[in-house]
């Protein structure tokens, strides 16, 4: 089974703004169906590191390669990975001007070519599945923001992504939103889908958490089950992020 | 829930009332006008002969009938150039706008160099330069006299509703490409401030989606950065009509040109400038107001 290609695989990879060092000698492999939760303090490179996994920042060092295609400069190239890789933002990053259906369908009908009617079709399931569906020709700013997370989930599937890629997908909810997102995200992972996934939510990360990943000043420090991670963590720096985090729940 | 029929009304909205100073201001003002208007009346001893220059805007033919004079066909001309220099401007403008945000340098540096070239040119002299490029070289090239000459009478109605006289076809046309070359750099710079307005996060989303560069554009960005600028480019439009005038340096017979020739010939000076100003605050104001209009509705909608 370990014998599976893997599903994203990282070697080595750099990133610098600058002088500045964001990333340093990343290597990382995710397998089919692995559930990976990254955590870390604030500007320890989290955000830059699932970026460069769909070109939206440009590694410098090291390769990235997904479901066997390496990333490179070609456009086409990129196009055709960020197709295969959902991404869910902090901010949402709804299109304002488009109606919640539209947003969903325009990925699948510009990049595939889909008629309209099977898009609208797939949208209205995905809708469905995070369980807002009566909201479809609503406008973005009309749905909280909880509401528009789960579009925006919808949206990243309606590409029928390999990898999906989270970027604190919580962190700009109001509380009570929180819960209704995770349990999108809990049922995404119990589907089976390949999710690579920033979060502070401890909880989560125990709940569906294949693998930990723990990040300081640009560098995987520490790589592991949860329960190891969470029960032993090795390094200092990880036990001083714990004992911060978790200090609060 | 029995509260709200206890609750205060709101408070009263306070009137806007004109304060002293205001009314010193307006009296201040209007002295002025009267001053002027004695001297003009007792000291300079101007005879005003307004029907000399009104004649010129409507005059009565040989049957009796009111027919357009001079002046309502500058003003003709003057709307059909601001009307196709906006259409020609906006696609030069919408064009230079994103090459000047594109990612490619040599677009860039070719945007940024039409601009920085007409802002800082003086107009009139921008236009000589250009207008006698164009009517030398570029109307020849592209055949067009000869096009006008041997249009087909259809065509040619066709040509004279659209674009004025046909014999001044080719002149029309060099002076409306100065004039959109000479706004589409502002409109450039407009088109480059909404496209830059839109936030980050929708590049990126649109390009984690997948989309093309093209389809970025086309379906994610421009269509909110066009909703910003129109306020702004209603405006440049104003200001293109305003700025047709210029081209009458060049022989385009729009309001101004003939302006000129009718203050010449009749040497009522004041009469037919008060007129021609008064025809511009019109239709600039019209469309002013029809702008706002617009963009009220615009507001109701969805954002
Ligand atoms: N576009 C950028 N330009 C310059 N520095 C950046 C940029 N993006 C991120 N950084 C820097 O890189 C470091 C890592 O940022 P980020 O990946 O966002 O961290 P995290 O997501 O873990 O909080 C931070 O120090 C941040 O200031
Ligand atoms: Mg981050």
């Known amino acids: 089974m370990t014998q599976a290609n893997p599903m994203l695989e990282m070697r080595g990879v750099g990133k610098w703004f600058g002088n500045f060092c964001a990333l340093y000698d990343i290597n990382l492999d995710v397998r089919p169906g692995e559930r990976m939760v990254v955590c870390g303090p604030s500007g320890s490179g989290k955000s830059t590191m699932i970026r460069c996994i769909n070109r939206l920042e440009e590694h410098q060092a090291g390769q990235i390669v997904l479901d066997g295609v390496e990333l490179t400069e070609d456009t086409k190239n990129i196009e055709q990975i960020r197709r295969k890789v959902g991404m869910v933002f902090q901010h949402f990053n709804l299109f304002p001007h488009l109606t919640v259906l539209r947003n969903l369908t325009l990925g699948p009908m510009r990049n595939f070519k889909v008629p309209e009617k099977e898009a609208r079709e797939t949208a209205l399931h995905y809708l469905e599945r995070v369980r807002i569906a009566e909201q479809a020709s609503k406008y973005p700013s009309e749905l909280s923001g909880g509401q528009q997370q789960r579009v925006a989930i919808a949206r990243a599937l309606c590409m029928k992504p390999k990898l999906m890629l989270f970027d604190e997908p919580t962190s700009a909810l109001d509380p009570e939103m929180i819960s209704g997102v995770l349990d999108v995200m809990v049922e995404l992972a119990s589907e089976g889908m390949t999710m690579m996934c920033v979060t502070h939510e401890m909880g989560f990360a125990k709940e569906v958490a294949d693998t930990m990943v723990f990040m300081d000043e640009g560098e995987i420090v520490e790589v592991g089950p949860p329960d190891e991670f969470f029960g032993n963590p090795k390094s200092d720096r990880a036990k001083l992020f714990l004992s911060q985090i978790l200090s609060h729940h | ?303």
Do not use: H
Request: aromatic share 12%; glycine share 6%.
């Open chain 2, 1 to 303: 829930m029995a509260t709200t029929t206890e609750r205060l009304p709101p408070p009263v909205k306070k009137r806007v009332k004109l304060t002293l100073i205001d009314l010193l201001i307006f009296a201040l003002v209007a002295a002025g006008v009267v001053y002027i208007a004695y001297r003009v009346e007792s000291v300079l001893v101007y005879k005003w002969s307004w029907d000399t220059v009104l004649q010129f805007v409507v005059r009565r033919d040989e049957a009796g009938d009111l027919v357009p004079n001079l002046l309502v066909t500058g003003l003709l001309t003057t709307l059909r150039l601001a009307f196709w220099g906006t259409i020609a401007a906006a696609i030069i403008g919408l064009v230079m706008g994103l090459c000047r945000t594109s990612s490619n340098l040599f677009l860039r540096m070719v945007a940024r160099l039409y601009v920085e070239l007409i802002r800082n040119i003086p107009p009139v002299v921008f236009i000589f330069v250009f207008y006698f490029f164009i009517s030398g070289q570029i109307m020849p090239l592209l055949g067009v006299d000869e096009f006008a000459r041997n249009a087909s009478p259809e065509t040619a109605r066709v040509i004279e509703f659209l674009f004025g006289p046909i014999g001044l076809f080719s002149n029309f046309l060099a002076g409306m490409i100065c004039l959109a070359m000479f706004e589409g750099a502002y409109i450039t710079e407009i088109v480059r401030a909404g496209i830059q307005s839109i936030e980050k996060g929708q590049w990126e989303a649109a390009r984690a989606v997948g989309l093309s560069r093209f389809n970025v554009l086309r379906d994610v960005i421009l269509p909110q950065a066009i909703r910003k600028i129109l306020p702004p480019l209603a405006g440049q439009f104003i200001t293109l009509v305003k700025d047709s005038a210029i081209v009458s340096l060049i022989s385009i017979q729009e309001l101004t040109f003939v302006a000129i020739e009718v203050a010449a010939s009749t040497t009522r000076v004041f009469e037919t400038w008060i007129v021609v100003g008064v025809m511009y605050f019109v239709v600039c104001y019209f469309f002013a107001v029809v702008f706002a209009r617009l963009e009220k509705r615009g507001q109701r909608g969805r954002r």
